[in-house]
């Protein structure tokens, strides 16, 4: 198991499928969620075998997380070598903070449940949403907010992106961990969206930017 500078305790992952969202439903595919802020659905998709975690000929199971209160859908990997999620709150606090979102891999929730893991907790897969109330560009808010953004321990140049189709910054910050960092402007929001890894090899490495490419903003209820 590998470092990461902000760690949540998390609950025993066996005998439930979101751990933290009393709020959330689950359906099958083609079902239809109950109206909550928090709606997960699943789905199976097919792979090529391109992702080093899954095997050839496998099929990934995946959820849907669908956030009503700050605008956000997404989807993450819950077979083989799935993730289980989690609210999060990052640290330090800010009075801007929303909601958050923490990813951890199911074996290392695993193991840090038999006491197996570091102490310093796995590297994971984090969303966390703040109020925007001026709108502020994402390099704006990075720099003015340097405490949520870590763009003070950015160890690379910061990109622009787009992500859902919302403009975005980009950038690797250092730490215990390399913390894969894009910082999202959409509407009156801004969204922190991280993954932490030690190298390329890494699961969150290398689910990131399918982590990134499934998010979708919508009107926040």
């Keep these: 198991m590998h470092k990461i500078a902000f760690i949540f305790v998390l609950g025993l992952v066996t005998g439930y499928m979101i751990a933290g969202l009393s709020d959330a439903t689950v359906a099958p ?10 709606a997960v659905t699943e789905s199976v998709a097919a792979t090529d075998g391109a992702s080093p975690w899954l095997e050839d000929e496998q099929e990934a199971k995946t959820k849907t997380l669908i956030d009503e209160r700050i605008g956000v859908r997404l989807s993450y990997r819950t077979e083989p070598h799935g993730y289980m999620v989690k609210a999060a709150v990052p640290a330090p606090s800010d009075p801007t903070f929303i ?26 897969i984090m969303l966390f949403a703040y109020k925007n109330p001026d709108r502020l560009a994402p390099s704006v808010w990075a720099s003015a907010n340097p405490s949520l953004s870590g763009i003070q321990r950015a160890r690379s ?26 910082i999202v402007a959409e509407g009156n929001l801004m969204y922190v969206i991280t993954g932490s890894y030690i190298d390329e090899y890494d699961a969150t490495f290398v689910d990131f930017d399918p982590f990134l490419e499934s998010i979708e903003f919508m009107p926040v209820s």
């Design 29 to 38: 595919q083609g079902g239809t969620p109950s109206e909550t802020h928090n």
């Design 99 to 124: 909601k958050g979102y923490e990813f951890m891999l199911i074996d290392d929730a695993e193991a840090m449940q038999r006491g197996m893991g570091d102490t310093e907790g796995p590297a994971t």
């Design 157 to 182: 140049d910061t990109d622009d992106m787009a992500v859902g189709g919302a403009n975005g910054v980009r950038y690797v910050a250092d730490g215990l961990y390399l913390t894969d960092t894009v």
